[in-house]
């Protein structure tokens, strides 16, 4: 059944610009007079192309096939989104009786898809968002090759008029993947991924425990029945001994290899053993390795006391995380775009996730790679069944085979030695990134210390040699192992040059926040002075504030986003009973308003200030007053996040006051002040599995960097290049001089002079239902797949 949404439009004219997409904000959320005082004014064509952009025009949006988290906030983007264009949009209940899923019976049936088009005709709806997995998308393509047919069929069967016919000449469709396997070849993440990963992790994070008293093996099977891909985060989320994937079976002597190996983790001093299974495991010869197979095996070879837990749907369940619900609004505000920019000649595409950035990719190139990454498996090709999963995939396997499968060499001759630190305030996932960085370290046949305190430890000396256990456990603990401190070299320069030499230090790996940065910049700039700081040194970003130049993301803002996403949700959950409530929320983040922002897009919230997009006391009121009449509709709360530094005067306790005293009659004000509950818990398997690969990268850059610089017998680095930042940039990791970032910093505030997530912000007003003035200028790339897939060489 088909039901309209209420696509009332306010009396204001309302435009509707790219940068929903990609950003380019060039008004604000301002009151008519302060909206003439900017220096950018739209036309009136302008505002009426924009204003008109959907009008005339409907959208039906549907979920398809099995269900998975952040679909619904997938939904809630395309419908207002869609509203705020003039366009009509429509659910489809159920699943799908209109368009039909890849478990609907009838639509696999010419007949049933007949009765589709029907429906879609006698209401107008010319487009179509499909929410599912890659049997719902290959529906919805076949459906669209089919249309001129089937209108054909109805019109001389007498159900349509020629009229409706063509007004419905054609039909674009654009594909969201929604799938908990993350199997959909031709983007990073699938919508839902990311939570089933929060699932399982907390499983095995509890597992863990009751292992490590009863000395147990626990063989842990999670979903996966064609793509181990959450099998294989899992196992490098949680330091698996070993994880099996249909993708690469083990070799013909596995069993040999698996006994021997948890033997070796037992004889080094663990307590337990992991072994992660994704549920279409199989061996060379494509035979099934069940869980309790495995299980079997360790108790007959080595008598362990061997548990098998499989998850099941729990994957499925529970809320989203924040990168899901971000993800599922960004790709929904795209397939708007994209549906209402279609043409007759617009092939039906799927809007994807390419490191951090939206592109759309022809929908059936994206099915038949992912069809043929089954194939080669079934054929038995799996080398090439890996490639074609892409190149993050790839990467994951990599480093999960260097850190489970490889052993650090007995001997240390002609080795290097390379010291880790952490500088500045914990960030959940440091000590992952340290653990990656140790042990990849002790694989390459390097000397690897660890320091305490930062740099301070440094001058002080507290430095110690780590071996593969030092670090043993570390991956899902929270907080900073090896202590940290925001103290800065430049005062101690010449106790650290002398510890430098006393420890032979000849490389070193920085792990923090903007501290770390700025600690970066201070080496390079002692050079002059002291020769022994004359050594390579890399800066992993780790900070909850996401403020370190040269890089989009940072470890353990994932986090930090999770843990705010989770009080909101609480707080809106204490409100929904009280009615009537509006809540002002302090986040951290320094003057950067990262966290503010991506929680308040990810919470629904119905404002988030920041000190990047300055604001008035008329942009509170116009605030205000969108809250009373948000209280008179069905949602009776109001939810509203404030950056801690965003502005001196309008404070959290002002804002609240004035909230409170304008609000009076109408809602009442409460405000929660989160604090440093926003460094603490464990990390999210995001952040695990970022850190663990940035220290992986940075470690083997180090080890190239140090044989580059070998001069005279001894390590003399003095290059622009041999100091980098380690960053996420779109879609690569690269490493970027600190001297080179310098003029891309604003130092007073400590945040870059620009950052991409700036270019959401509208996404979050528009899903609030405000009205603001945007650009449609640009829109995402439309690429073909194999062009992705050569683009991510560098990641």
């Known amino acids: 059944m088909l039901t309209a949404s209420n696509s009332k439009k306010t009396e204001k004219p309302t435009t509707l610009l790219e940068s929903v997409r990609e950003g380019k904000t060039k008004g604000k959320l301002l009151t008519p007079k302060l909206e003439r005082q900017t220096e950018w004014i739209m036309t009136h064509e302008e505002h009426h192309a924009a204003k008109t952009l959907g009008a005339g025009k409907a959208i039906a949006v549907l979920t398809s096939g099995g269900d998975a988290q952040g679909m619904n906030a997938a939904v809630r983007a395309v419908v207002r989104v869609g509203i705020y264009t003039g366009a009509r949009v429509f659910f489809v209940h159920e699943g799908g009786t209109v368009i039909g899923s890849a478990r609907c019976k009838d639509f696999r049936e010419r ?27 290959t529906g919805a393509d076949t459906f669209r090759s089919e249309w001129s047919d089937l209108l054909s069929d109805l019109q001389k069967s007498g159900k349509i008029t020629a009229e409706e016919a063509a007004k419905s000449r054609y039909l674009n469709i654009v594909g969201l993947v929604g799938s908990i396997d993350n199997d959909f070849c031709g983007t990073d993440m699938t919508i839902g991924t990311d939570s089933a990963l929060h699932r399982i992790i907390e499983i095995v994070d509890a597992i863990t425990t009751t292992a490590q008293s009863h000395q147990r093996t626990f063989v842990l099977e999670v979903m996966g029945r064609h793509c181990g891909y959450l099998a294989l985060v899992t196992s490098l989320s949680c ?13 013909d002597d596995w069993e040999e290899h698996l006994c021997r190996r948890l033997s070796e983790t037992r004889n080094r001093g663990s307590r337990l053993n992991i072994i992660i299974v994704a549920e279409g495991a199989i061996d060379r010869n494509g035979k099934p390795i069940s869980s309790e197979d495995i299980k079997n095996l360790v108790v007959k070879r080595l008598g362990y006391d061997t548990r098998v837990t499989v998850l099941g749907h729990v994957q499925r369940g529970g ?24 043409t007759p000649d617009t092939p039906a595409c799927v809007v994807s996730l390419s490191g951090n950035q939206a592109v759309r990719l022809p929908l059936m190139e994206c099915v038949q790679v992912t069809k043929d990454v089954t194939k080669a498996m079934e054929e038995k090709r799996f080398d090439e069944a890996l490639k074609l999963r892409g190149r993050s995939f790839m990467n994951n396997w990599e480093v999960y085979k260097l850190l489970a499968h490889v052993r650090p060499p007995v001997s240390k001759s002609g080795s290097y030695t390379v010291a880790v630190m952490n500088v500045g305030a914990p960030a959940a996932g440091m000590n992952a990134a340290v653990r990656s960085t140790v042990r990849i370290g002790l694989i390459q046949g390097n000397r690897v210390l660890v320091v305490h305190d930062g740099f301070e430890g440094l001058a002080k000396g507290q430095i110690e040699e780590a071996g593969w256990s030092y670090v043993g456990g570390w991956t899902g603990q929270g907080g900073s192992k090896l202590g940290t401190k925001r ?61 370190v130049p040269g890089s989009d993301f940072s470890v353990g803002t994932d986090t930090a986003l999770n843990t705010i996403c989770m ?59 969108h809250l009373v009449q948000k209280m008179k509709t069905t949602v009776k709360r109001g939810l509203v996040l404030r950056n801690e530094k965003c502005n001196e005067n309008y404070t959290t306790d002002f804002i609240f006051n004035l909230y409170s005293e304008e609000g009076k009659g109408i809602f009442d004000s409460r405000k929660n002040v989160l604090g440093h509950m926003q460094q603490g818990g464990s990390p999210t398997p995001f952040d695990r599995n970022f850190a663990t690969k940035m220290g992986a990268k940075a470690m083997n850059w180090m080890s190239g960097k140090i044989k580059e610089s070998y001069r005279n017998g001894r390590i003399f680095a003095n290059t622009p290049d041999s100091g980098c930042v380690l960053g996420m940039r779109k879609r690569a990791l690269v490493f970027q001089p600190v001297a080179e970032l310098k003029e891309q910093t604003d130092f007073e505030h400590r945040i870059p002079k620009e950052q991409w997530w700036l270019k959401l912000r509208p996404i979050l007003k528009i899903l609030a239902k405000y009205e603001i003035d945007l650009d449609t200028s640009e829109h995402a790339h439309f690429e073909h797949v194999s062009r992705k897939r050569s683009g991510e060489a560098a990641i």
């Open 111 to 137: 007949e049933g898809r007949l009765r589709a088009a029907h429906n879609l005709v006698k209401r107008g709806i010319t487009n179509l968002c499909v929410i599912g997995g890659d049997g719902s998308l």
């Open 239 to 251: 330091g698996a001994d070993w994880v099996f994937i249909p993708e690469c079976p083990p070799d």
């Open 319 to 342: 809320t989203p995380s924040a990168f899901d619900r971000i993800l599922g609004s960004r790709m929904g505000v795209e397939a708007v775009m994209a549906l209402l920019e279609g």
């Open 487 to 547: 103290t800065l070299p430049k005062k101690s320069f010449e106790q650290i040059s002398a510890n430098i030499t006393k420890f032979n230090i000849q490389g070193l790996v920085i792990i923090g926040g903007f501290e770390a940065y700025t600690g970066g910049l201070e080496l390079m700039e002692g050079r002059k002075q002291y020769d022994e700081l004359c050594i390579p040194f890399v800066v992993i970003p780790a900070t909850v504030s996401n403020n």
């Open 567 to 625: 009080t909101c949700d609480r707080i809106k959950q204490s409100a929904a009973g009280t009615k009537r409530r509006v809540f002002i929320i302090e986040t951290m983040g320094g003057y950067c308003g990262y966290l503010a922002t991506m929680a308040g897009l990810a919470a629904g919230a119905d404002a988030a200030y920041i000190f990047e997009e300055p604001f008035t006391i008329r942009d509170l009121q116009v605030n205000v007053e």
